[in-house]
């Protein structure tokens, strides 16, 4: 893999020379973190692990339309390993090249890349393609390839799906897809999973709009879910919102590469939850956000979460406070004694002035019950940056905190952000 | 059903391809640039106080992608339609943050410098995600059970 990596950032540097004007970005972070680590029944560790993510994009090559996009990290640890792969890591999260047709929106992607049709996310070697269709509001995507291997193993070796959609200018759009992800072992051909999907899009004047989508699975024969959302504005600064979901978790986890637990397939159960909210936008003052919802598991009791968010821009500041309750009725199980109903606080301010950067974030929960003998938890973060250059900043990260799980907790972390754009122009004769 | 294979499908792809380059000549519906012309804040945009009535490229009111927090909470909708439209502004890796077969760091730790985004699992999340969890594991799943585990299954190994 890491060849390919390799091959393909090598490939990013030459691209740019045997065309005629291609612009060519870097950009990524550099993390270097400082965490002393200890949960109950592990060894303690001090983990200082270096983290380099790089993403290279270029674009306007071959006739103009076409464009390379790259992206991944690498890790190295400079103490204790931090995870159980060693004291290096890396991952290849995507790498593609796309081609974008001067008419019809149509588009072809190659290489790795994710793609989310319909809603579901899917991580892929392989190719995908769109199109808009003749009779106007028509179009079609289509991709194929394979899944990129998970972590857990239980992937397929072939994944393929496409969606086609119609849209009726500014009123409607109706959606019909299908996902199959399949194996080729020694067995014959098998199912890992195959969606059909079918999603809506409505919206009548200016101030309601329907969204909704429900997918099952043939190779379980059920349905996987069922997701609709209406909001209503009858102001233009207010949106009421209400949401329904419906979940049959036999067939929603069907394909968990995480074997029984924590996503349990094996318990014919049913997930459902419905929720509401209101939304205050006061321009320029303030934004205020109030939610409430309702889950229910079949296997549990029903339990609510509710509160609000205040979001207050005021130029250099832009601020915000959140409360929360998660009501958990009970869900405890007889032998959990890790389970309680809790409050959350949250308070932020974020201040960006020029060539300087700073925040203050801080979060608190306190728990109805003790878990592990202690009730409340907490985190303080504070964050400060400056931009050597525009495209070029550092920061430092420091956090305190204290949780059930671990005791006075101390975080640091060093970071270099950093975006170029167009750092080489090669206009031959432009 | 009758299953699809792989040969068929990627017969299909060819198909299309060679419609999208036919349909290329015929249709005329109007298609994005590649980037957006105008370069934006780092603050999350109301599209319709720079632009009015219908973005025709997707035939939906400028309206429907203001990033209002509803947009944000439930952005797979629009992210299932209208993707192409997303990466006018977002590069991949803007998603590939949150969303990632494999991730180094939560979000949260990555973007610590930026207090005012709406990033899952803030602050200490191993105590609470045994409660969340537990109320509500679909939406774990969005982005764990089938990617991201390898933190998980220190803990939840098969049993």
């Known amino acids: 893999m890491k060849r390919c990596v390799g091959f393909c950032f090598f490939l990013a540097a030459l691209l740019p020379s045997f065309t005629a004007a291609a612009d060519f970005g870097v950009n990524g972070t550099t993390l270097v973190r400082m965490e002393k680590q200890s949960y109950p029944g592990f060894a303690k560790k001090t983990l200082l692990p270096a983290t380099q993510f790089l993403g290279i994009d270029s674009s306007g090559l071959y006739d103009g339309n076409l464009s390379l996009h790259l992206y991944g990290w690498k890790r190295a640890d400079l103490a204790d390993n931090s995870s159980e792969k060693g004291s290096t890591d890396s991952a290849f999260s995507y790498g593609y090249l796309r081609y974008r047709f001067p008419k019809a929106n149509g588009e072809v992607k190659a290489g790795r890349f994710f793609q989310s049709d319909a809603g579901m996310i899917t991580q892929l070697d392989g190719v995908s393609t769109r199109t808009d269709l003749p009779p106007a509001g028509l179009a079609l995507s289509m991709f194929a390839g394979r899944p990129v291997p998970t972590d857990n193993g239980n992937s397929g070796d072939y994944l393929a799906g496409s969606r086609l959609s119609q849209r009726l200018a500014g009123v409607l759009e109706i959606g019909a897809s299908m996902l199959r992800e399949g194996g080729l072992n020694n067995n014959g051909p098998t199912t890992y999973r195959q969606i059909m999907g079918v999603d809506l899009w409505h919206r009548r004047g200016p101030s309601l709009e329907l969204n909704g989508r429900s997918f099952y699975d043939t190779a379980t024969s059920g349905f996987t879910e069922h997701l609709y959302s209406l909001s209503y504005k009858p102001h233009k600064t207010i949106t009421l919102a209400t949401d329904f979901q419906r979940t049959p978790l036999e067939h929603f986890f069907a394909a968990t590469n995480l074997s029984r637990t924590p996503f349990v397939t094996n318990r014919r159960e049913t997930f459902s939850s419905c929720g509401a909210s209101a939304t205050i936008a006061l321009p320029t003052t303030a934004e205020v956000v109030i939610d409430y919802r309702h889950f229910k598991r079949d296997s549990r009791n029903a339990s609510d979460r509710y509160g609000f968010d205040i979001r207050i821009p005021r130029e250099p500041y832009l601020s915000g406070f959140g409360y929360h309750r998660t009501g958990a009725g009970n869900l405890k199980t007889g032998s959990e004694t890790d389970f309680s109903s809790y409050h959350e606080l949250r308070g932020y301010t974020l201040y960006r002035k020029g060539k300087i950067d700073g925040s203050l974030d801080v979060i608190a929960q306190l728990f109805d019950d003790a878990i592990f003998g202690k009730d409340h938890g907490y985190e303080l973060q504070a964050s400060c940056g400056y931009h050597l250059m525009p495209e070029l900043k550092f920061s430092v990260d420091l956090s305190i905190g204290d949780n059930p799980l671990v005791e006075n907790e101390f975080k640091g972390l060093a970071r270099v952000t950093f975006a170029f754009d167009k750092l080489i122009i090669k206009g031959v004769d432009k | ?159």
């Open chain 2, 1 to 159: 059903m009758r299953s699809i294979t792989t040969p068929s499908l990627l017969a299909l792809i060819c198909g299309l391809l060679f419609f999208n380059a036919c349909s290329a000549l015929n249709t005329k519906s109007d298609r994005f640039p590649a980037t957006h012309p105008e370069k934006l804040t780092e603050t999350r945009p109301i599209c319709s106080e720079c632009h009015q009535d219908q973005l025709k490229a997707v035939l939906k009111p400028y309206a429907a992608f203001d990033h209002t927090p509803l947009f944000i909470k439930e952005h797979r909708f629009t992210a299932g339609r209208d993707g192409q439209l997303c990466s006018l502004c977002h590069a991949a890796s803007f998603c590939t943050d949150c969303h990632a077969n494999r991730n180094e760091v939560k979000p949260s730790t990555k973007l610590g410098d930026r207090p005012d985004r709406e990033l899952p699992h803030r602050g200490d999340f191993m105590t609470r995600h045994r409660i969340d969890g537990k109320i509500d594991p679909v939406s774990c799943y969005r982005c764990h059970g089938r990617a991201n585990n390898e933190k998980c299954v220190i803990c939840h190994r098969q049993r």
